[in-house]
T-cell receptor, first 118, second 109 residues
Framework: IAGITQAPTSQILAAGRRMTLRCTQDMRHNAMYWYRQDLGLGLRLIHY???????GKGEVPDGYSVSRANTDDFPLTLASAVPSQTSVYFC?????????????????FGPGTRLTVL | GQQLNQSPQSMFIQEGEDVSMNCTSS?????WLWYKQDPGEGPVLLIALYKAGELTSNGRLTAQFGITRKDSFLNISASIPSDVGIYFC?????????FGEGTQLTVNP
């Protein structure tokens, strides 16, 4: 089934540990995104990638890093997790990037990863 | 930065009732999007609006792009129990997509 997969589904992590959240899409979309969702704050963009090999910072990038070695995968890494990074993380993809307007720019979301940092 | 206010925060309705929710912005957007999120799932795109004044339907859902380009509403007619979830608006201005805080909808059978 075509779409976006995320792993793990959920994770409890000790503060200070390193963690990589995985995201894979099979729609051959050019652009991919990482959001965090917190109660009362909606969805906030962490990092994005308009095409393979490029990445950019979103609204809340501090404490996170990403890489885009190929079209399908867009892992998000927390180098040293802190409790404020407890959240639900969503990966998304779109055929084209944020700058355009139209159906090809609209984002499809993965099922999310629930991360708890103690 | 861009701010987007979504209301109401939550709604409790009876099955069969119509529902209306809206979003307003302090900035002009060139796209308005409406998503629905079921528990434990990611948001799913319901309707996309690209022109001021545009009125678009998707089944029992109708959304409009306000003429001022600073607001949008979503209507759900004849609600059913599976309409339960969180509805998010999102506005695109330039290269940024801003999400509202969501409207939690509960439908009582």
């Amino acid at each position: 089934i075509a779409g976006i997969t995320q792993a793990p589904t959920s994770q409890i992590l000790a503060a200070g540990r390193r963690m990589t959240l995985r995201c894979t899409q099979d729609m051959r979309h050019n652009a991919m995104y990482w959001y965090r969702q917190d109660l009362g704050l909606g969805l906030r963009l962490i990092h994005y990638s308009n095409t393979a090999g490029t990445t950019g910072k979103g609204e809340v990038p501090d404490g996170y890093s990403v890489s885009r070695a190929n079209t399908d995968d867009f892992p998000l890494t927390l180098a040293s997790a802190v409790p404020s990074q407890t959240s639900v993380y969503f990966c998304a993809s779109s055929d084209r990037g944020l700058a355009g307007v139209g159906p090809y720019n609209e984002q499809f979301f993965g099922p999310g990863t629930r991360l708890t940092v103690l | 930065g861009q701010q987007l206010n979504q209301s109401p925060q939550s709604m409790f309705i009876q099955e069969g009732e119509d529902v209306s929710m809206n979003c307003t912005s302090s900035s002009i957007f060139n796209t308005w999007l409406w998503y629905k999120q079921d528990p434990g799932e990611g948001p799913v795109l319901l309707i996309a609006l690209y022109k001021a004044g545009e009125l678009t339907s998707n089944g029992r859902l109708t959304a409009q792009f306000g003429i001022t380009r600073k607001d949008s509403f979503l209507n759900i007619s004849a609600s059913i129990p599976s309409d339960v979830g969180i509805y998010f608006c999102a506005g695109r201005g330039g290269s940024r997509l801003t999400f509202g805080e969501g409207t939690q909808l509960t439908v009582n059978p």
